[in-house]
């Protein structure tokens, strides 16, 4: 509303242009109010997630916007089919720094596009504002359950198998690469750097999760790490084999030729896999279950009694690995 | 979970400590999960809204944290006040730099826990990450309101009475002080400052808004601004008189000792207080039902037939105002 001209659109035109097609659910009422009204379907619980990605932490500020806005929003549907939910819509806030380019904006909204049609989400309302650091994105996503259905950290059972989904490591390792601690091909490197910059949240496991596992997250802080969250929430301990962690063709390469690499593989950040503890007389039939909606699920380990805080990671020898740190944290 | 030592806690012992006792609703799992459950009532809308704010843009870095809280949740909270809904949670999104102390944030969460007795809403859910610049906080705010009865920007009729809720542009005032625009004494300095960094939102008026108003928002942006917002989603025109808007004893003073501290309470920002259009005929009611839960209401104006996108702003002697802008942005 300053009357300066500047060559960039101003925050209500940057809004009408690029984020209004985005608000195609009613409730969102084109982004022309102060809030959204969302009307919860009956006989379901909402799930609710928040998550920010912030460049320099999360991105390189030269990442490509269209990715940015994918990761931003992937990690936090990622929490939702953790947790069992089907993906409703989004919030979402934006800070952009002083030399933000309308051109970033508009790559950024595209990708937010693409994501809303392929994850079948919507952005019901948001804030754009300006932010004296890098540019900062926080999302809360909204998902739906069946009232009570929600999958906890807190429900693994001493027995149960422990699955996670896909492969992991690859995410962390490209950032080890970019850092110069491992080395590989560059088309290696081009997929591993890929699964980092365009998590695949496991949407269709959801249903799946919330008939078989009795508790799961998503791994975003890295395997050992996150197993350690859902043991101190369920009281229980964990011993897994790092031999039966799935691992991409590129990440086997990896360790083979760099041993270390497991170790980044086992506690790096970033793979936005899901980690589910099932009932062993469950196990064969959630295998099936993730197999027909397209997700390939590893059991990598068992649920034991309470025991030390931190997860038990056997070796191929069965002695347990030492490892300097269980996890990543962006913060 | 880094290995590293340092003074500071580190992001578990920080949500613990800090935020956990914030989430005094079961269904956030005391932030011990990935997302949180929402049960929503039935014959409930939710009423959903997210805003910033960030260092250098909204606040100041060196002012008070508890301060800094209460601004960041009752901006969101004004929201839902001026949508007719009553406030259920909201979901923390909370950037920190490099040099953030323990202090600082136990400062800004206690601000948080006070405003959460004073306004009886709870966290819900949140995440704490660093961020390359300086604190940026996003909430996400809930509300509730009966199913459909959202109070909209878009229902302003013509014919329809213009109120406001107490008093308009002292904070803005205070930042036009602060910068050596005006001056005004110690003591009125400090009354307008505490206006700018404690905003009132009027919880207390959203049953009388569902009842009486066809048209609300809270004035965030500057009155003329965001009047024209309704205006321009409800597709009409609208007179005020700047003579009738309600101001401070302080605003006052200012205005007459310094005409041009008029405009500044006509178009600055951050008043938090409601705009509302009301039928005529249900004016005086609308008058003694906000009296009746402690909120004074002035009527302002007029709406009337579609014309310019810009209210009409008339002077004491019933000349059209020539405003060099009429809002203010924080973008």
Redesign the interface.
Known sequence: ???KRVKRP??FA?IGQYFRPLATDP?A?EL?????????S?GR??????????????FHPSDPPDSIARKALRVNLS??A??G?SAVGY???L?L?HDWSERWVRRFAAGLADDQRRYDVTL???????????V?I?I?A??E?P?GK?V???GARPGDAIFVSGTLGDAALALEIARGKLSASRASTARLLDRYRNPQPRMSLAPVLRRYAHSA??VS??LV?DL?HVCS?SGVGAVIEAARVPLSKDASSLVVAQPQALTTALTGGDDYEILATVGQEKAAAFVDAAGAVGVAVTEIGRVGAAGDSVPVVLDQNGKALRL????????
Chains 1, 2 share one sequence.
């Open positions: 509303m300053v009357s101003d925050e940057l409730g009422f022309s109010d102060d809030a959204a009204a969302y009307r919860p009956r619980d909402l799930v609710l997630t928040v998550d920010t990605v912030a460049a320099g932490v999360h929490d939702l953790a947790k939910a919030m979402l806030a800070a720094p019901l309302g948001g804030d754009t504002t300006r932010a004296a650091g890098g900062t926080s809360t909204i998902g359950v009232t929600m906890r950290r807190s997250l998503d802080d890295g790490g350690a929430a300097a740190q269980i996890g990543h944290t962006h913060f």
